[in-house]
């Protein structure tokens, strides 16, 4: 390093620049590999320098031991995860995919087995009356068999519920009324309701 003179001392380390004999072949591999980076040669050397320290490499022997151990562990790590991954995967396909798969596959084969097709109804298409701004007190004829048909469909199904009702007198306490039903028979007409 250059020894720069201060009341009469020298003073090592501040400033300038300092000669480092090297070998020709590395001084020309050096200067190849520094271009790179387009940085000077000591910003460069400044660079690796502080890379090995920081890492804690050491260019002789012990330094690729280390980056391979750190990497054997971060792949241990990484396998630890996708262990988990794949247990956590396996465990959904476990309890919700493959019981919803069969359950839609049980429903289809009992659809194919059925034979029956969705009928399509053609669709009717109504003339153009001029009387459309009157208001009409009437309901077409297919509109109204349909409401029929579901009213029909409606009070059959509520004498159903009504005939599975019975009345329970306890010991003690108020009597009430209770229905016989199944909890998927309850939620489909809770959803038939909305």
Request: charged share 35%; proline share 4%.
């Amino acid at each position: 390093m250059e020894k720069q003179k201060t009341n009469g001392r020298t003073k090592k380390g501040t400033g300038g620049y300092s000669n480092i004999t090297v070998n020709k072949e590395t001084a020309t591999r050096f200067r190849a590999y520094s271009k790179q980076f387009n940085k000077s040669h000591s910003e460069v050397l400044d660079g690796m320098v502080q890379y090995f320290k920081e890492n804690n490499l050491y260019p002789f022997g012990e330094g690729t031991k280390i980056i391979v151990d750190s990497i054997k562990k971060l792949e241990r790590q990484m396998m630890k995860k996708f262990d988990r991954l794949i247990a956590i995967i396996k465990n959904m396909e476990k309890t919700s995919i493959r019981p919803t798969y069969e359950m839609m596959l049980i429903l289809y084969e009992a659809y194919v087995k059925d034979g029956r097709k969705p009928k399509r109804e053609p669709v009717k298409i109504q003339e153009e009356r001029i009387d459309f701004l009157e208001p009409r007190n009437t309901v077409p004829k297919t509109e109204h068999d349909r409401m029929l048909k579901e009213f029909e469909s409606y009070k059959k199904h509520c004498n159903e519920i009504l005939n599975n009702v019975e009345k329970v007198e306890p010991m003690m306490g108020k009597t009430y009324l209770r229905v016989n039903m199944d909890i998927g028979e309850f939620e489909k007409l809770k959803y038939h309701l909305r």
